[in-house]
């Protein structure tokens, strides 16, 4: 899965949707998903956008989706991807980048 460099206004200016999608079907239109992965009483491990009870917490992040054109007609697509909060400055998106760049 792809990152989604954003900084912290970017991220924080996106609604949030953890378990739903917005109604509103606008190519571009972009939302934040939050995931918690977690661990059942079985060691079963799961993601959602809540923590149940008597389960372990392992992880959380963010996804981005984004609403793109579909290959079938009349539909639309969804995007996602983990995003990354590099910093307040749109500069800190290319630090990042430079910073991460694989050399090999």
């Known amino acids: ?3 989604t460099l954003l900084t912290q206004k970017e991220f924080d200016d996106l609604l949030e949707y953890s378990t739903s999608i917005p109604t509103g079907t606008t190519i571009g239109k972009r939302w934040k998903r939050r995931i918690i992965v977690f661990k059942t009483i079985n060691d079963k491990i799961f993601n959602a956008g ?31 991807k ?7 400055l749109e500069i800190d998106k290319q630090i990042y980048q430079f910073k991460n760049r694989n050399l090999s």
């Open 50 to 80: 809540y923590l149940p009870p008597n389960t372990t917490f392992i992880e959380e992040y963010y996804l981005i989706g984004e609403y793109i054109p579909s290959e079938k007609e009349g539909q639309i697509g969804i995007q996602w």
């Open 82 to 88: 983990k995003s990354v909060v590099v910093g307040n």
């Open 1 to 3: 899965m792809d990152d």
